[in-house]
């Protein structure tokens, strides 16, 4: 590949090798010509030269468009003068598949909104090249920093019942005929008729699941698709994205920070380490600034601040004449504005805030001894706000049952969380990351349909 001839180009100075790619341009001169070759495997492009007189399909390759894909034979050769490393002197190139003259990514600068129309093609630009390979290296290193923590991976089901939020954001699966389902006397849906002979929905997050294993192997992690029927138009909502979440027994909210913290620093430093090509490029054309602010981020301690504190900052903002769309009094849920204040205009790092407001967090959240807060914590980041939602578990059954009581919920759908309770109970805790929103700070991009792939958004799940 591309990589391996960079990596060691001496080794490979005078001696025959194969590439494959994709055309990102060709120059022809009449007797020679150049063409510029992308193959995936690394950021960099291949400079290969051909001469009229050793290629023999000369004129068909120097017609090529952009986007074709072509298998290069030739012998590397080293230009320490120049400003890439070595050079491919084309022997043999074989044109596998031209490109159509129609092929919708000739322009050197397509805008981002463009781009997201050619799903199927937007990643063989520079730019989503890299933001993909961020999106790998950061997904292994998460898979890295747990595994090596002893953390078990488990799977947690995509169909489910359990609404795990209380939040009423379900997909509904079914296979019903939805024009015209089976009904009750009543006129209600018969959902007993149903392919699972209940009602079932795409999960919202993996966590009263991961709760269950982390009551036997102490410490699990969970890192899969989740989805939200929220309509929120925003660029840092999807309708289908991943979450990485963790669950630790006998572990505290503390605790759960320290995780959290480490976890984040740990994936920036391998992301920096491993994509040194591709950080310079979101640094010189993205967002000025990533880097260093990155490596400040991984060298620096988080701030950590109560929900009822950092009211008081926000307030006092606001006295000062900080006008915000959203007023700010003890009670509120944080929007995304006041988020941004703390963590950018106040502490201007990462930050946890902590112990929210028992009413406007979900059920599974430990009532602290105040009577009105519970031990939750999200951490906001710089640029994008809530990165991360986590909280200390209420691992006490009958306080459990109060809270799922009262905010009328269907005690049935939760035996088995309730269950757990029962059968040697601890002190337990997590959190969830959103992994598109950790790649959105990775890269300094600021809408969320940027870095999933295929992006599914309110009003679009095509292809
Ligand atoms: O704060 P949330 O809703 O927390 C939970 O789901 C918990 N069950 C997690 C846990 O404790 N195990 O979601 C967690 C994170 C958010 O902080 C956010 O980063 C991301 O998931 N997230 C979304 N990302 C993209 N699009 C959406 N619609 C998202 N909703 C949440
Ligand atoms: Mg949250």
């Known amino acids: 590949t591309i990589e391996k001839i960079y990596e060691d180009v001496e080794g490979f100075a005078g001696r025959p090798v194969t590439v494959a790619g994709w055309v990102r341009s060709v120059r022809d001169m009449k007797n020679f010509g150049f063409v510029t070759l992308n193959d995936g495997s690394c950021f960099k492009d291949l400079q290969a030269v051909m001469n009229r007189d050793a290629v023999e399909n000369y004129d068909e390759v120097a017609g090529v468009g952009v986007g074709s894909s072509l298998v290069i034979e030739g012998v590397v050769e080293a230009t320490p003068d120049r400003p890439q490393p070595f050079e491919l002197k084309a022997e043999r190139i074989v044109v596998e598949g031209p490109a159509a003259p129609d092929y919708p990514m000739q322009k050197k600068r397509a805008t ?5 129309t050619q799903q199927h093609l937007r990643s063989r630009t520079n730019l989503f090249r890299a933001v993909f390979r961020v999106r790998s290296v950061a997904a292994f290193a998460i898979h890295q920093f747990f595994q090596e923590r002893g953390f078990v991976y488990v799977t947690t089901p995509i169909i489910t019942t359990s609404d795990a939020e209380g939040a009423g954001e379900m997909f509904r699966v079914t296979t019903l005929d939805v024009e ?28 009263l699941q991961a709760e269950n294993f982390a009551m036997s192997f102490g410490d699990v992690y969970t890192f899969g698709p989740t989805f939200r029927a929220e309509n929120s138009n925003t660029r840092r909502h999807a309708a289908e994205f991943w979450m990485v979440e963790p669950e630790m027994a006998f572990c505290d909210l503390d605790g759960d920070m320290d995780v959290a913290e ?40 988080f701030a950590r601040v109560t929900y009822t504190e950092a009211i008081e900052i926000l307030e006092k903002a606001q006295a000062d004449g900080h006008a915000f769309e959203y007023p700010v009094s003890w009670g ?32 599974y959240m430990r009532l602290n001894d105040d009577g009105r807060t519970v031990a939750a914590c999200d951490c ?19 306080l459990l049952e109060e809270r799922i009581e009262a905010l009328g919920m269907d005690k049935e759908q939760y035996k088995y969380y309730l269950d757990l309770r029962r059968y040697g109970t601890c002190e337990h805790a997590g959190f969830g990351l959103g992994f598109e929103r950790l790649v959105m700070y990775l890269t300094g991009i600021d809408n969320i349909r940027d870095v999933l792939p295929h992006p599914r958004t309110v009003g679009n799940a095509e292809f």
Not at 274 to 280: G, S, V
């Open 112 to 116: 981002r909104e463009f781009l997201r």
């Open 180 to 207: 015209n389902p089976p009904r009750l006397e009543d006129g209600s849906v018969d959902w007993a008729q149903d392919f699972f002979g209940h009602a079932a929905s795409l999960t919202v997050s993996g966590q």
């Open 262 to 301: 480490a976890m984040l620093k740990v994936v920036i430093r391998q992301v920096m380490d491993r994509c040194p090509d591709e950080m310079e490029m979101f640094n010189k054309f993205v967002d000025k600034g990533l880097v260093e602010r990155l490596e400040h981020v991984a060298s620096s301690e």
């Open 332 to 363: 509120i849920d944080l929007q995304t504005e006041h988020e941004r204040y703390l963590t950018e205009e106040h502490f201007k790092r990462p930050t946890f805030v902590t112990d929210y407001p028992a009413q406007i967090k979900a059920f």
């Open 380 to 398: 906001l980041v710089p640029g994008i706000g809530e990165i991360i939602g986590g909280s200390q578990r209420e691992e006490r059954l009958e």
